[in-house]
């Protein structure tokens, strides 16, 4: 079992700033990607970034070169750095970490983009 605790979200400012983390406990060793997705109201739940152990990345179209994503191994902590924000990049952002034969997801954390 894996265990994933978001932190970071708020209410920012449209072309503000935040960073996101998420602190992964357990069987860690087992985890091979870490990513984030996010849910809008109405909306389905949709990847932002993700990132394998390698360092290999992968960002959604809207969020390219506004968001960064990184992790460090030796923390089990992946991070998500978002700058640029829009008022559409307002939703309930996910933690995920994927092993061979499992998938996990931490709780969630909001993020708000006022105009």
């Known amino acids: 079992q894996v265990q994933l605790v978001e932190s970071g979200g708020g209410l920012v400012q449209a072309g503000g700033s935040l960073r996101l983390s998420c602190a992964a406990s357990?069987?860690?060793?087992?985890?091979?990607?870490m990513g984030w997705y996010r849910q809008a109201p109405g909306k389905e739940r949709e990847l932002v970034a993700a990132i394998t152990s390698g360092g290999s990345t992968n960002y959604a179209d809207s969020v390219k070169g506004r968001f960064t994503i990184s992790r460090d191994n030796a923390k089990n902590t992946v991070y998500l750095r978002m700058n640029s924000l829009k008022p559409e990049d307002t939703a309930l952002y996910y933690c995920?970490?994927?092993?061979?034969?499992?998938?996990?997801w931490g709780q969630g954390t909001q993020v708000t983009v006022s105009s």
């Open positions: 995920n970490a994927r092993a061979l034969l499992a998938e996990y």
């Open positions: 357990g069987d860690t060793i087992c985890i091979s990607a």
